[in-house]
């Protein structure tokens, strides 16, 4: 008996489905002492693991829809990190507020504080017995970033001056972004959480021990191996439809 093209875990409830068929074609013959592995049994097997791709589906496509919510949300607040950085250089403020500003912009940015050392500088540096080692890649994680955002937004709001004449530099503007990018964010780890629970609902489904879609599956093959025998054409015909093991 030929499958469908498909694998893995689709495959298995699709797979269950032409099992099924086949097994419906036998007739009143098929009749099996094990509930799970009747007609009604399977039929309604084939039902809840319908249901259990689908709700994992779903779940995909909204965690997808969620990290793509995220990310739009971001696009623009570097480039208004920017302009906003430059509104207050222009204002006379104390050079240790600028430079606390422009480290917090840099680390928004994930760049360095300092320059990283060139070979010769740091062949050099290792001669006159200076070992330390450099951080090659800046933590530029999203989490990290939020919580500069929220330091540099409150160095922001403590100078007086900085009240830019265009409305999306100022900082209620900036924080509303800020905060629209946290709520984003909370509904990314959300979405995520669901997604992992169907996927762990699925694999339950499908695979658990004796009550898995596949070992029940698996033992109405045997039933019809047991019944016709494992040379029959009945056999033969369920034998090809596979079932694939959790990876």
Same mark, same amino acid.
């Given at each position: 008996m030929k499958t469908t093209n498909q694998s893995g875990n689709e =495959?298995?409830?699709?797979?269950?489905? &032409?099992? #099924? !068929?086949?097994?419906? *074609?036998?007739?009143?013959?098929y009749n099996p002492p094990k509930p799970s592995i009747? #007609?009604?049994g399977l039929n309604e097997l084939l039902e809840k693991g319908k249901l259990e791709i689908n709700a994992l589906n779903a779940a995909? &496509?909204?965690?997808?829809?969620? &990290?793509? !919510?995220?990310?739009?949300?971001?696009? +623009?607040?570097?480039?208004? #990190?920017?302009?906003? #950085?430059?509104?207050? %250089?222009?204002?006379?403020?104390?050079?240790?507020?600028?430079? =606390?500003?422009?480290?917090? &912009?840099r680390e928004l940015r994930g760049k360095r504080a300092s320059a990283l050392l060139s +070979?010769?500088?740091q062949a050099a540096a290792k001669a006159?017995?200076?070992? *330390?080692? /450099?951080?090659?890649?800046?933590? *530029?994680? $999203?989490?990290?970033k939020l919580e500069n955002m929220a330091k540099y937004l409150l160095l922001l709001e403590s100078i007086l001056g900085y009240m830019p004449?265009?409305?999306?530099? %100022?900082?209620?503007? $900036? %924080?509303?972004? $800020?905060?629209?990018?946290?709520?984003?964010?909370?509904?990314? !780890?959300?979405?995520? *959480?669901a997604f992992n629970a169907a996927r762990l609902s699925r694999d339950a489904f499908l695979y658990a021990n004796n009550t898995g879609l596949c070992p029940i599956a698996s033992d109405a093959k045997?039933?019809?191996?047991?019944?016709?025998?494992?040379?029959?054409? =009945?056999?033969? /015909?369920v034998s090809g439809i596979r079932f694939f093991k959790r990876k």
């Open positions: =495959q298995n409830v699709t797979n269950l489905e &032409v099992l #099924i !068929a086949v097994i419906i *074609s036998f007739g009143p013959t009747t #007609i009604p995909e &496509v909204a965690s997808k829809n969620a &990290v793509a !919510a995220c990310t739009a949300a971001q696009d +623009d607040f570097e480039s208004l #990190i920017t302009r906003s #950085i430059n509104a207050l %250089r222009i204002l006379d403020v104390p050079a240790q507020t600028l430079a =606390q500003a422009e480290a917090l &912009v +070979d010769e500088e006159e017995g200076n070992t *330390s080692k /450099q951080v090659v890649k800046h933590n *530029s994680t $999203l989490d990290s004449n265009e409305p999306e530099l %100022r900082t209620r503007a $900036l %924080r509303n972004k $800020l905060n629209d990018i946290k709520t984003k964010d909370m509904q990314v !780890a959300f979405t995520d *959480s045997t039933y019809v191996k047991s019944l016709y025998g494992a040379t029959s054409p =009945q056999y033969k /015909q």
